[in-house]
């Protein structure tokens, strides 16, 4: 491939790059209080001393009076902190909190209002130095903990765990209800789309506490979501295509019809996870087709033809061509169009551009260069 098709294929899959993350279906989390703790120049238990206001940047920060430093943090450097610092925050903090310095000379501080048994999370988290599967098995005991800072810390903790790590803590996720929480509408979102996708492991690796273990309540829960893309209903499908793989499949293709537009979005994004993570029961190949049908939906079709570039499924060169002309009155799908054809190495491709050039040349130059930058929807 030349450099130019190689820039324009990295351009174009821009898009669809997934990151080693244990659950793509999370959104962004904050940094884990075991990461804080661990690169901290300093960790103390501290009281608030007065009330937090704006700083100089517009952000709020109050004075701590440090009460104990902990002293056997990995971070830990020489000497004392003083003994009243100014932190930020993210939000007021009245009583005890702990309180984390960076190692820079003078420290920066922030703080999180912590209550005895947060104290105690914070301590006890395991380093992040060991492996991540044993510390993974440890946080799954504390998902959905009735403190939200320590249930919010677990999650935090798979959010960016690699997937292989999350399959290898499925013993400790199948002591936890996730059926139920899965179930209940009222799980967020977020959450439940991990949860979906850790039932699935835990059916595939057939823990379910002595019982039969099954996909079904993965089913039920995206049926009961109604198409609402809050429901977390791309987790669910990942979910289902770790428990059920071929099976289930098919089944998310045929229910993700033309008239479900929101369920074809989130069955994208289960696809580009089973084509990053489940090579090995699902055929690519059969992944890919699935991400063919799902571009024959103009809801979806400029992100599923992303998606087959990064694939290099170049058979469908003739129905992606075919949108140029079908989707006059949409940049992005064009775009998509273009970068594809671009990086294509078939004549089948050159034949199209070259039509496309004499057609609508202005038209194929704008899309030609937007189809090299990578820019998201």
Do not use: N
């Not at 962004?28 to 009281?47: H, N």
């Not at 007065?50 to 020489?78: E, M």
């Not at 791309?234 to 293709?253: N, Q, S």
């Not at 289960?270 to 993570?277: I, S």
Request: aromatic residues 6%; proline residues 8%; hydrophobic residues 50%.
């Amino acid at each position: 491939m030349s450099v130019r098709r190689l820039v324009v294929l990295v351009g174009v899959i821009f898009l669809a790059a997934i990151r080693a993350q244990a659950c793509p279906f999370c959104g962004p989390v904050g940094e884990s209080l075991a990461r804080r703790r661990d690169t901290a120049g300093y960790v103390c238990i501290a009281e608030a001393a007065d009330r937090a206001r704006p700083d100089a940047a517009g952000l709020l920060a109050g004075a701590f009076r440090v009460i104990q430093v902990l002293p056997d943090t990995p971070g830990r450097v020489a000497g004392e902190p003083p003994a009243v610092v100014t932190a930020r925050v993210a939000a007021p903090v009245e009583g005890t909190a702990v309180l984390f310095g960076s190692a820079d000379s003078p420290p920066r501080w922030s703080a999180v209002a912590a209550d005895e048994a947060l104290l105690g999370h914070v301590v006890m988290a395991p380093a992040v130095k060991q492996p991540a599967s044993e510390r993974l098995s440890w946080f799954a005991a504390r998902l959905e903990h009735p403190e939200p800072a320590i249930a919010d810390d677990a999650f935090a903790e798979f959010a960016v765990a690699p997937y292989p790590a999350v399959r290898e803590a499925a013993e400790a996720l199948a002591a936890r209800p996730l059926a139920a929480w899965v179930a209940d509408p009222a799980t967020d979102q977020r959450r439940r789309g991990f949860y979906g996708l850790a039932l699935g492991i835990v059916v595939a690796e057939g823990l379910a506490g002595g019982k039969t273990p099954s996909s079904a309540p993965l089913r039920a829960a995206l049926d009961a979501s109604g198409g609402d893309f809050r429901a977390g209903a791309d987790g669910l499908m990942a979910g289902i295509l770790v428990a059920d793989r071929i099976e289930g499949l098919d089944w998310l293709v045929d229910r993700a019809g033309p008239d479900r537009p929101v369920d074809q979005r989130q069955l994208l994004s289960a696809l580009r996870f089973a084509a990053e993570y489940l090579g090995a029961t699902i055929p690519p190949g059969r992944i890919t087709a699935a991400t063919a049908r799902l571009a024959r939906s103009p809801a979806v079709a400029a992100d599923a033809i992303i998606d087959l570039a990064r694939a290099e499924a170049w058979e469908e060169v003739d129905a992606v061509a075919a949108w140029w002309d079908a989707a006059a009155d949409d940049p992005l799908i064009r775009r998509a169009v273009a970068g594809y054809l671009i990086a294509c190495p078939t004549a089948a491709a050159r034949d199209h551009l070259g039509r496309i050039g004499r057609e609508d040349p202005a038209g194929l130059a704008k899309a030609r260069a937007a189809a090299e930058l990578p820019l998201g929807r």
